[in-house]
């Protein structure tokens, strides 16, 4: 059938709306609102889980059973900017979880910081979350080479989630940060 009175189909939008204009046109169709709502509960996916099982004999680190680290690399875009790519495997969502990143001097001391909340992050079907963060040095913080500590805290309860198995990386000696892995030593 051609239906020469209607407007050409412009955009997909608008190639919706001219379609449920003539479908109103029906007794029986209805328009139902739908909307989906974050299911923290996602159930983890099997292949998922065995690829992540793979990666990690290779690098990683497992916190509290739910959130591996599979991959974190370093490079800078400009002297003062620092890049951070970062692969996550989730087991399933938890809510109000961060990771915290800390850089530190050859003392040990915390000199800056690039930490984020990992509630913004939506992984893939499999459970897999590709991180891209920047961090920019602080002005005042002197040239050298700094380690990079990385964890994942749980604010509500007031804790880094527990480390349980660690591969390709350090664990941090036994004190505060006992549940965080030490990773990269980044010149600035």
């Known amino acids: 059938m051609d239906d020469r009175n209607t407007k050409p189909m412009s955009d997909s939008l608008a190639s919706l709306n001219q379609v449920c204009e ?18 923290l509960r996602r159930k ?29 690399r370093l490079h800078q875009r400009e002297p003062r900017n620092i890049v951070m790519d970062l692969q996550w495997h989730l087991a399933k969502a938890r809510a109000g979880t961060a990771v915290f990143i800390h850089f530190l001097d050859r003392e040990g001391k915390l000199c ?3 930490d984020y909340s990992l509630d913004t992050e939506a992984p893939d079907a499999l459970g897999f979350v590709y991180s891209r963060r ?6 005042e913080v002197g040239r050298g080479a700094y ?5 994942v805290w749980s604010p509500s309860e007031s804790r880094h989630l527990p480390l349980s198995r660690v591969h390709g990386c350090h664990r941090e000696p036994p004190g505060e940060y ?3 892995v030490l990773l990269n030593v980044l010149t600035v």
């Open 22 to 39: 003539l479908l109103a046109a029906d007794a029986d169709f209805r328009i139902a609102r739908v909307s989906q709502a974050p299911d």
């Open 44 to 72: 983890q996916s099997y292949l998922g889980w065995m690829i992540k099982e793979i990666r990690l004999l290779r690098f990683g680190a497992v916190f509290s059973e739910t959130f591996t680290l599979l991959c974190f």
């Open 112 to 114: 800056f910081q690039g």
């Open 134 to 139: 920047v961090v920019v040095v602080p002005r």
């Open 147 to 151: 380690r990079v500590r990385l964890g």
């Open 178 to 180: 006992h549940n965080a």
